[in-house]
């Protein structure tokens, strides 16, 4: 499984007629590549992506995305090994806990936007974690795990530390899922 590399944060001030990349030689890199971007205001902002020194690769930034800082090694649970990677745009933000998925089965969390981490498995049988979503409560939420056209749906009621498979439509398909906010309800598409 060969992973892709390259990429960086890129932002624009012109309604997306020119594009800046952000943080040039401190933020991503030619040896990764970045999965998502998340600001919860217009100065506090979070990119993660797949492993990159040994440690997936998270930056916050205090001031809008002028300077990023990378979380420290001993912040960030190791992943697993062969080829362990974390899935572009599978992530979920509430106020200041951000959830991701990787390609093995595990999701991570953090409850202080970024700076530490802790890693709950998912998947035992190691599938790909996908689209997450969680109610505004924090506690109760879902996610899509795939493995090739085969999609699970598994459920948390305690903010991601246990998961459990759930019976899902025969024409559940790798779909979009979403947390209705104010309300106990996920939608999804379907084929």
Known sequence: YDLPTGGGVFHTTDGGVTWIQSGVG???DNN???NFVWFKDPMNGIAGGDANGGYFEIHTTTDGGATWTRTPQTNVPPFVTNGGAGWFDGFCVLG?????????????????FGQSWSVST??????????????DD???GLTHVRSGSATM???????GATW??????PKWKQSKLTAVPGTNRFVSTSV
């Open 26 to 28: 401190t933020i991503f």
């Open 32 to 34: 990764s590549f970045p």
């Open 96 to 112: 200041d806990t951000v959830w991701f998925g990787t390609n093995r089965g595990q999701m991570y969390k953090s409850t202080d």
């Open 122 to 135: 998912v998947s035992p049988q190691g599938y790909t974690v996908y689209e997450i979503a969680f109610l």
């Open 138 to 140: 924090g506690q109760h």
């Open 153 to 159: 749906l598994f459920a948390t009621a305690d903010g």
């Open 164 to 169: 459990t498979q759930r019976t899902t439509h």
